[in-house]
């Protein structure tokens, strides 16, 4: 039997937890067809046949499943060699800091400058996303996260406390009595937070005129006249009006989340502490 070509088990755990050709072909950023080749490929090298082909989607045969504990340490093995390497680097090179959305935008992009000056080698890779990252797999190299995790292997500090105010633009609230608000609320994918949760037991009856994934655009919304939001402290609510009463009582710890392994590398570890110092002014 000839050696497996690493990249084709990289493509068999994809397709493994992806479940369907075009998931996996989305999670590594290429074509089904590459996924199907890579696929073929390893089945011939092993001799084995790793996955059956039916019209609705592929399924493991046994021989595939008893491979995936065996890939997923050989997988877990390179990542580690890689965090280990990066540690030897020099401030240099591109560094991955995942957050939400609204923090991507309203918090990190507007203070990043003078830290981007400090560190003249780093490329930042700033995105701004829902999902959590997974840092195990080196998806990112630094995620902020309202959550703090529990996995084993991770660096965790809290940075900020991020405190919520109901409000709504002046002329909207000289028009209307409280009954007759109407609010910007979350929708599906936000609704589980706990400021969603105090404003769905604030509006009673009142209705939502609007929801939205996205917090820029609640508070363009608010700003425009739409409606009454919640929304976060870090958020310019000069030009809307804050409402003290009812007063939001939600207080949320923002934290910073690392790899141990990647805390070491040089240019991680010097974004974090620029991440660090401007979220605890």
């Not at 560094?95 to 923090?103: E, L």
């Not at 105010?165 to 706990?194: I, K, M």
């Not at 409402?243 to 923002?254: G, W």
């Amino acid at each position: 039997m000839s050696q497996p070509d690493w990249d084709h088990l990289r493509f068999f755990l994809a397709l493994h937890d992806a479940g369907t050709l075009s998931g996996a072909a989305r999670a590594a950023g290429v074509e089904h067809t590459t996924v199907a080749r890579r696929i073929d490929a390893l089945e011939a090298t092993l001799g084995v046949k790793l996955f059956d082909r039916f019209p609705k989607g592929w399924s493991l045969t046994a021989a595939g499943k008893s491979l995936v504990p065996h890939a997923r340490r050989m997988e877990e093995g390179l990542h580690g060699l890689l965090r280990a390497a990066s540690g030897t680097a020099e401030l240099s090179g591109k560094v991955r800091v995942s957050a939400p959305p609204a923090v991507t935008a309203w918090v990190l992009a507007p203070r990043l400058p003078l830290a981007l000056q400090r560190l003249p080698g780093i490329e930042l890779d700033l995105r701004a996303e829902l999902k959590v990252t997974d840092l195990m797999r080196r998806e990112s190299d630094i995620a902020i996260r309202y959550n703090r995790p529990t996995s084993p292997g991770l660096a965790v500090r809290a940075l900020t406390t991020v405190t919520y105010q109901l409000c709504a633009s002046e002329a909207y609230l000289a028009a209307r009595d409280p009954e007759q608000w109407e609010f910007l609320g979350y929708d599906e994918v936000l609704q589980h937070t706990p400021q969603h949760e105090w404003l769905e037991k604030l509006r009673g009856t009142r209705r939502y005129c609007m929801r939205s994934n996205d917090l820029g655009t609640l508070y363009q919304a608010a700003l425009a006249g739409s409606g009454v939001a919640v929304l976060p402290d870090y958020f310019p609510l000069s030009p809307l009006l804050r409402l003290d009463a009812p007063a939001c009582p939600v207080k949320r710890k923002l934290w910073i989340v690392m790899h141990e392994d990647m805390r070491r590398a040089a240019p991680v570890r010097a974004v974090a502490d620029e991440i660090i110092a401007l979220l605890s002014e």
